[in-house]
């Protein structure tokens, strides 16, 4: 299954890339693969925006505007007038409170 | 559910829970041992989250806690302090000695709570020191689940607490497989999946979420649908407002079904729409059959109606999916939100119409 591809902010500098491979291990949808000790663009569509190989690339090589493909946030966003905003996180007051600061 | 002490470490106050099973004695306090079989309770307690029944309580508290027997040199595994999350984890553990980290995600599950940042590089640093975890193993290895990576930056955690991140596989069924290898993910592990399952224990939620909002809407026109040129007539009600009623709760309920499960095979990409499509295949189909009568005014809300419905109720179901991006969301919904709504008044204007003016096959 694949969807809107040519929406997807993803951006990859290859010249600040030290072939670590984080991003191919912690990419769901193998948007990066490995050549030559080098990472490259495998499936740069395939990007959901998750953000998880911009968060994890030490040599600040990615960059992606992360978020929530949700459309319910979207609009709730929308409509509050702020950035989406996932509704699923629940209200907060009906959580134990945590022993840790 | 249990006392904590300050450290936020749960200790054998939460002894009475029927997932823990005695504790573990280590160099810093007595770890809580779960149990790494679900009972019927835990399994009826899954059932009833998936109809989003108490889904924002189903909690256990933050902390370390141990599988088996662990040793300083056991691998320790985190998770999300959702409950359906913390099973998983421990149902994959059955017969190995390994000690699970959970961190405080206000029970949600390891990926949401990653994308807000709640299951993320502090908690873990914080979660890591207040359980004391560097006394209690002799290594310096945390395994996370791959899909709490949105969250946790790898490097920042090994700057702040000295613990170096590996990120496990995305399902915790494949955690054996993935520990016995000496933690290597094979690239099956590492791929995000939205099967028919996967797609099909969603549907329950959607139907309760979006539920209230279709008896509501039925029940405006149950009530409307008693407008006549002749003022307003209980007979009416029952042709017109128990018919449209049906209609809405119809489409809403074959689009939260037929949504998900036919997803990879409804033609287009934007989730507008797929559902768009499916709409109209469902008035289509509705209307071949004979199960639409009525006047030519009402038809044509209906042909307008049912198709705004199930777009709207298939586009709602990217939250739910494993592979749109927000770009991508917000992109179809430039233009599927603004044909919703034209979609939405046009037809509800031609229906409201229809009330007063006859004319039509079924006349």
Same mark, same amino acid.
């Given at each position: 299954?694949?969807?809107?591809?040519?929406?997807?902010?993803?951006?990859?500098?290859?010249?600040?890339?030290?072939?670590?491979?984080?991003?191919?291990?912690?990419?769901?949808?193998?948007?990066?693969?490995?050549?030559?000790?080098?990472?490259?663009?495998?499936?740069?569509?395939?990007?959901?925006?998750?953000?998880?190989?911009?968060?994890?690339?030490?040599?600040?090589?990615?960059?992606?505007?992360?978020?929530?493909?949700?459309?319910?946030?979207?609009?709730?966003?929308?409509?509050?007038?702020?950035?989406?905003?996932?509704?699923?996180?629940?209200?907060?007051?009906?959580?134990?409170?945590?022993?840790?600061? | 559910?249990?006392?904590?002490?300050?450290?936020?470490? !749960?200790? &054998?106050?939460? @002894? #009475?829970? *029927?997932?823990?099973?005695?504790? /573990?004695?280590?160099? %810093? =306090?007595?770890?809580?041992?779960?149990?790494?079989?679900?009972?019927?309770?835990?399994?009826?307690?899954?059932?009833?989250?998936?109809?989003?029944?108490?889904?924002?309580?189903?909690?256990?508290? !933050?902390? &370390?806690?141990? @599988? #088996?027997? *662990?040793?300083?040199?056991?691998? /320790?595994?985190?998770? %999300? =302090?959702?409950?359906?999350?913390?099973?998983?984890?421990?149902?994959?553990?059955?017969?190995?000695?390994?000690?699970?980290?959970?961190?405080?995600?206000?029970?949600?599950?390891?990926?949401?709570?990653?994308?807000?940042?709640?299951? #993320?590089?502090?908690?873990?640093?914080?979660? /890591?020191?207040?359980? %004391?975890?560097?006394?209690?193993?002799?290594?310096?290895?945390?395994?996370?689940?791959?899909?709490?990576?949105?969250?946790?930056?790898?490097?920042?955690?090994?700057?702040?607490?000295?613990?170096?991140?590996?990120?496990?596989?995305?399902?915790?069924?494949?955690?054996?497989?993935?520990?016995?290898?000496?933690?290597?993910?094979?690239?099956?592990?590492?791929?995000?999946?939205?099967?028919?399952?996967?797609?099909?224990?969603?549907?329950?939620?959607?139907?309760?979420?979006?539920?209230?909002?279709?008896?509501?809407?039925?029940?405006?026109?149950?009530?409307?649908?008693?407008?006549?040129?002749?003022?307003?007539?209980?007979?009416?009600?029952?042709?017109?407002?128990?018919?449209?009623?049906?209609?809405?709760?119809?489409?809403?309920?074959?689009?939260?079904?037929?949504?998900?499960?036919?997803?990879?095979?409804?033609?287009?990409?934007?989730?507008?729409?797929?559902?768009?499509?499916?709409?109209?295949?469902?008035?289509?189909?509705?209307?071949?059959?004979?199960?639409?009568?009525?006047?030519?005014?009402?038809?044509?809300?209906?042909?307008?109606?049912?198709?705004?419905?199930?777009?709207?109720?298939?586009?709602?179901?990217?939250?739910?999916?494993?592979?749109?991006?927000?770009?991508?969301?917000?992109?179809?919904?430039?233009?599927?939100?603004?044909?919703?709504?034209?979609?939405?008044?046009?037809?509800?204007?031609?229906?409201?119409?229809?009330?007063?003016?006859?004319?039509?096959?079924?006349?």
């Amino acid at each position: 299954m694949r969807y809107l591809e040519n929406a997807v902010s993803l951006e990859f500098d290859e010249k600040l890339c030290n072939g670590c491979g984080m991003c191919v291990a912690v990419c769901p949808h193998a948007v990066f693969d490995l050549e030559n000790k080098q990472a490259i663009l495998a499936d740069r569509g395939a990007c959901m925006e998750c953000g998880a190989c911009a968060r994890n690339c030490e040599q600040g090589a990615i960059r992606v505007r992360a978020g929530v493909g949700c459309a319910a946030a979207v609009l709730s966003g929308m409509l509050s007038g702020g950035e989406p905003s996932c509704g699923c996180s629940g209200d907060k007051s009906k959580c134990p409170p945590d022993g840790a600061p | 559910m249990t006392t904590r002490p300050k450290d936020g470490s !749960p200790t &054998l106050g939460c @002894a #009475g829970a *029927p997932w823990i099973d005695g504790a /573990v004695h280590t160099a %810093a =306090n007595d770890v809580p041992r779960v149990r790494t079989e679900l009972s019927v309770r835990d399994r009826f307690g899954s059932a009833r989250i998936r109809w989003g029944i108490g889904r924002m309580r189903y909690q256990v508290p !933050p902390g &370390l806690y141990a @599988a #088996g027997n *662990p040793s300083p040199g056991s691998p /320790v595994l985190v998770s %999300a =302090n959702y409950k359906m999350s913390f099973d998983r984890l421990r149902a994959a553990l059955r017969g190995r000695d390994a000690w699970i980290l959970i961190l405080n995600t206000d029970g949600i599950n390891v990926w949401c709570a990653a994308g807000k940042g709640t299951f #993320g590089t502090e908690e873990v640093v914080r979660r /890591v020191q207040s359980t %004391a975890l560097d006394r209690i193993v002799s290594h310096r290895t945390l395994v996370v689940p791959q899909l709490g990576a949105p969250g946790v930056s790898a490097h920042m955690v090994r700057r702040s607490c000295g613990f170096r991140v590996v990120y496990g596989p995305v399902r915790a069924a494949d955690l054996p497989v993935y520990l016995d290898s000496g933690l290597k993910a094979q690239l099956e592990m590492r791929r995000v999946r939205f099967d028919l399952g996967d797609r099909a224990v969603l549907i329950p939620v959607e139907l309760v979420m979006g539920g209230t909002y279709a008896l509501l809407i039925a029940a405006v026109l149950v009530l409307l649908g008693g407008l006549t040129s002749r003022g307003y007539s209980l007979a009416s009600v029952r042709t017109n407002g128990l018919a449209g009623a049906g209609l809405i709760l119809g489409a809403f309920l074959c689009s939260a079904v037929l949504g998900p499960v036919l997803l990879p095979w409804l033609p287009g990409r934007a989730f507008s729409v797929k559902g768009a499509i499916l709409g109209l295949v469902m008035i289509g189909a509705l209307t071949a059959g004979s199960g639409l009568t009525g006047s030519w005014l009402h038809i044509a809300a209906w042909a307008l109606l049912v198709p705004t419905i199930a777009s709207f109720v298939v586009m709602n179901f990217t939250g739910a999916s494993t592979y749109t991006s927000l770009s991508g969301v917000q992109r179809e919904m430039r233009f599927a939100v603004p044909a919703q709504i034209a979609g939405a008044v046009i037809g509800f204007g031609l229906w409201l119409t229809g009330l007063f003016v006859r004319g039509g096959p079924g006349t």
